[in-house]
């Protein structure tokens, strides 16, 4: 046997074990629409504050809970899309939707993201709004991060992008909202272009 064919094997081998130990279908075009989604729900939540609630936002205004079922529909309408999107990739490529790696990538990932959306409910309760945005930028990042073993490791970048930008939100408050808008938006964008073209496409 050549050196060239042993190089093949190892090659064969590490790919395999790859793909059993992570989760590799997850669409790019998914990130796209949550990117979308989030651009349209911030849009309209700037619209409604802006408009009909003099720049500020209350507990116990209409508004206010216009604002969280927004949220609560961008979050579900990527989880649908992302969910949609990814196994039909997976069936395309022949992969199991449902395995062993694909449970512990969800288990990586909610458990950041669960606390964090308790905590930052929690904060909202006590009507510390400025905060809130960038402290969703930092637990979803964490919960990038941390489910990146268990699938894609490019993931872990967009991870620490989040992270960097919730880090400037709590610097900055008042940017808060802008800073959500291009790590839930315009980033969101960029790495599913990305990796479209990187994964998507081959």
Same mark, same amino acid.
């Given at each position: 046997?050549?050196?060239?064919?042993?190089?093949?094997?190892?090659?064969? %081998?590490?790919?395999?074990?790859?793909?059993?130990?992570? &989760?590799?279908?997850?669409?790019?075009?998914?990130? !796209?629409?949550? @990117?979308?989604?989030? #651009?349209?729900?911030?849009?309209?939540?700037?619209? *409604?504050?802006?408009?009909?609630?003099?720049?500020?936002? /209350? #507990?116990?205004?209409?508004?206010? /809970?216009?604002?969280?079922?927004?949220?609560?529909?961008?979050?579900?309408?990527?989880?649908?899309? @992302?969910?949609?999107?990814?196994?039909?990739?997976?069936?395309?490529?022949?992969?199991?939707?449902?395995?062993?790696?694909?449970?512990?990538?969800?288990?990586?990932?909610?458990?950041?993201?669960?606390?964090?959306?308790?905590?930052?409910? !929690? !904060?909202?309760?006590?009507?510390?709004?400025?905060?809130?945005?960038?402290?969703?930028?930092?637990?979803?990042?964490?919960?990038?991060?941390?489910?990146?073993?268990?699938? %894609?490791?490019?993931?872990?970048?967009?991870?620490?992008?989040?992270?960097?930008?919730? *880090?400037?939100?709590?610097?900055?408050?008042?940017?808060?909202?802008?800073? +959500?808008?291009?790590? &839930?938006?315009?980033?969101? !964008?960029?790495?599913?272009? +990305?990796?479209? %073209?990187?994964?998507? /496409?081959?």
């Amino acid at each position: 046997m050549s050196n060239k064919d042993y190089l093949k094997d190892i090659t064969e %081998i590490k790919n395999l074990m790859n793909k059993s130990s992570r &989760f590799i279908s997850l669409s790019g075009l998914s990130g !796209i629409m949550a @990117g979308i989604y989030a #651009l349209i729900g911030a849009g309209t939540t700037f619209w *409604l504050v802006t408009n009909y609630s003099s720049g500020t936002l /209350r #507990l116990d205004g209409w508004v206010f /809970r216009t604002v969280l079922f927004i949220l609560f529909m961008v979050a579900f309408l990527s989880v649908v899309t @992302g969910i949609f999107l990814t196994t039909r990739k997976a069936k395309k490529n022949g992969e199991k939707i449902w395995d062993t790696s694909s449970k512990r990538l969800i288990i990586n990932f909610l458990i950041p993201l669960i606390a964090g959306g308790l905590y930052v409910l !929690i !904060i909202l309760s006590h009507g510390k709004f400025g905060q809130t945005g960038g402290l969703m930028l930092i637990f979803y990042g964490l919960a990038l991060i941390n489910a990146s073993k268990y699938s %894609i490791g490019d993931i872990k970048y967009l991870g620490f992008i989040q992270i960097t930008l919730g *880090l400037i939100a709590a610097l900055y408050p008042g940017l808060g909202f802008w800073l +959500w808008v291009i790590g &839930f938006g315009l980033m969101h !964008i960029v790495y599913g272009i +990305w990796m479209y %073209i990187k994964y998507d /496409r081959k």
